[in-house]
């Protein structure tokens, strides 16, 4: 399987790096200017450290990269963390970056597409965006953590959105306990 991991200048990097080392596959980096930013700012981890996460890394303006082409087949692209800003290039079909080209084809190739924003609260622009893409096809899986596998850290509510990217891929994993009968008897 061979992934594009698109990273943006979201808030909630750690998500991104974290589906880095949980996705199995080949995996193909592009991380937006400010992502690179945000990276620096939220974590410790350098970009040299997180494009060695990957098996390729594309600098998001080169937009002669192999993900610019449809003919570069791909299984999916997961933009994670996703920005408003990139949802709204998304939405209204601009790709002015290898990262919104690469998603652009994804669509249009009707590939799988998994945005995962993370934004509060939402503005009418932003929900009609999202729903927007949704009907043209990509998987909107918000940065929206859930609390009945009773998460005891920051670590386990990451863990919970990065296993719900890896269950829309088809991936096992033990990233969070499932709501089974040992929940339901809890
Ligand atoms: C520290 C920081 C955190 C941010 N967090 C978010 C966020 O959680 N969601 C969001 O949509 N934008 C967030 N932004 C704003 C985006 O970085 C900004 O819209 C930028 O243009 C996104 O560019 P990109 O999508 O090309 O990475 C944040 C900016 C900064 C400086």
């Not at 690469?102 to 190739?109: D, I, Y």
């Not at 043209?136 to 005891?152: K, V």
């Amino acid at each position: 399987m061979r992934y594009v991991v698109a990273i943006t200048g979201c808030s909630g990097i750690r998500y991104g790096i974290r589906l880095l080392q949980e996705l199995e596959g080949e995996k193909e980096l592009i991380v937006s200017d400010m992502g690179r930013r945000v990276l620096e700012h939220e974590t410790d981890i350098s970009f040299k450290e997180l494009c060695a996460m990957a098996d390729d890394a594309y600098d998001d303006h080169d937009l002669f990269a192999p993900p610019a082409s449809g003919t570069h087949v791909i299984d999916a692209m997961i933009v994670c963390p996703c920005s408003q800003s990139t949802i709204a290039k998304l939405a209204s079909g601009v790709s002015d970056s290898l990262l919104t080209r690469a998603a652009s084809v994804t669509l249009k190739e009707r590939r799988r597409l998994i945005l995962v924003p993370r934004e509060t609260p939402l503005s009418t622009i932003m929900l009609e965006n999202e729903l927007r893409l949704a009907r043209a096809g990509a998987t909107i899986l918000p940065a929206s953590p859930a609390f009945y596998h009773e998460p005891r850290n920051v670590d386990m509510m990451i863990d919970f959105v990065v296993g719900k990217i890896l269950d829309q891929l088809g991936q096992e994993h033990e990233l969070f306990k499932r709501w089974d009968e040992e929940c339901l008897l809890h």
